[in-house]
């Protein structure tokens, strides 16, 4: 692989957010899907962090990476899928590769997600990977750290 600012799994592929993914974006956000796009790429034109599209098996499927924490300690985490490919396991190994990724390629030591209280499954998923609960922030969600 020779672009750097690529991503990859054994079963999943990242590429730099851009205007293709609007469709995948508006299934996993909703109305902030056209919003929340934008804000991906401009923060990847500017830094080259933010979340990758994901295909799995030739299709997107999803979005994760990373954001610059900038008001807390670390790389932010944060990975969204559409349910069609729940109960893959795709979740755990994006998040998985996409450490190793952080810590090789970005040098990142500290990690921190935000999950919302109802979502038992991403909860255990960050769990596996050695997150834990530290404080709850101010959307109410809950914030794991690694670290």
Excluded: C, N
């Excluded at 990373?66 to 795709?90: I, M, N, S, T, Y």
């Excluded at 994006?94 to 090789?104: K, P, S």
């Amino acid at each position: 692989m020779t672009d750097r600012t690529a991503f990859r799994t054994m079963r999943l592929s990242g590429r730099a957010p851009g205007p293709l993914a609007l469709g995948l974006y508006q299934s996993l956000f909703g109305q902030s899907g056209e919003d929340d796009l934008e804000r991906d790429m401009q923060d990847w034109s500017r830094h080259r962090i933010a979340p990758w599209t994901l295909a799995h098996a030739g299709h997107d499927v999803g979005v994760g990476g990373f954001r610059l924490g900038f008001g807390d300690d670390g790389l932010e985490v944060l990975f969204h899928f559409l349910p069609d490919v729940w109960g893959q396991g795709l979740a755990s190994e994006f998040l998985v590769g996409a450490l190793d990724h952080a810590t090789t390629e970005l040098r990142a030591q500290r990690f921190f997600g935000r999950v919302d209280r109802a979502a038992d499954t991403s909860r255990r998923v960050m769990e596996k990977a050695g997150f834990a609960p530290s404080d709850a922030g101010s959307d109410g969600a809950v914030v794991m750290r690694l670290g």
